[in-house]
């Protein structure tokens, strides 16, 4: 079973889910990238996880939700040049980032496979794309990063927020990972494999934002 992002072929079961209604779900760690991942017979079919993003509660006027999408846009817009325009990959029943980067000055454009499927944005090319709370959703993390980089213009800002496994005994009582949703699951020593294949500059925000610079 090659890893998703790397197509490394040596994994490792990592994790079984061992009680509750994703008893028996299993978890694959790549011996190369650390990408964790959980096998396609595990997923969520197409119906079954719209109706799970349905139930969340992305309020562009809820101020706590601001706050916590403020950790990526902040340290983002303050590397930006006036004008920059950009893409928010995976905006969610409720898009609410690209309305702040829009109120500092910055044209943003809203992309989500179910809730804004519009792709010919994918054909564009920006200054900047967001992806906060996306990547641990993706069961083909690298086709979509690449194509998110094939979008990036030369010096621009990719941003992902994804909380990051640590080591194996947080892994195991980590309530991130009992979401039926998510199915991937990166490492820090991940990111640094992502950086060095696509030559891109990295900068950890903090323990689950990040900025590659193309």
């Not at 800002?157 to 194996?168: A, C, N």
Request: proline share 7%.
């Amino acid at each position: 079973m090659n890893c998703p992002l790397c197509k490394n072929a040596a994994s490792e079961l990592f994790y079984q889910q061992p009680k509750g209604p994703l008893a028996g779900r299993e978890f694959k760690r790549c011996l190369d990238c650390q990408l964790v991942w959980v096998p396609a017979q595990y997923h969520l079919d197409e119906a079954a996880e719209k109706a799970v993003y349905d139930l969340h509660e992305n309020n562009p006027d809820d101020p706590g939700y601001r706050r916590f999408l403020n950790r990526a846009v902040a340290p983002l817009a303050e590397r930006l040049q006036p004008g920059a325009s950009g893409l928010d990959f995976g905006s969610g029943p409720g898009p609410t980032l690209s309305g702040m980067m829009r109120a500092r000055g910055f044209a943003c454009a809203d992309y989500d496979y179910y809730y804004a499927n519009r792709p010919e944005l994918l054909s564009e090319t920006y200054d900047f794309i967001t992806a906060t709370e996306v990547a641990e959703h993706l069961s083909a993390p690298r086709n979509i990063i690449e194509q998110l980089l094939r979008c990036l213009k030369p010096g621009g800002y990719l941003t992902i927020m994804t909380k990051r496994w640590r080591d194996p005994q947080q892994f195991a009582g980590w309530s991130y990972k009992n979401d039926p949703t998510h199915i991937t699951f990166f490492h820090r020593d991940t990111m640094d494999w992502l950086a060095s294949q696509y030559q891109l500059r990295i900068d950890y925000i903090s323990d689950d934002v990040v900025i590659f610079t193309s």
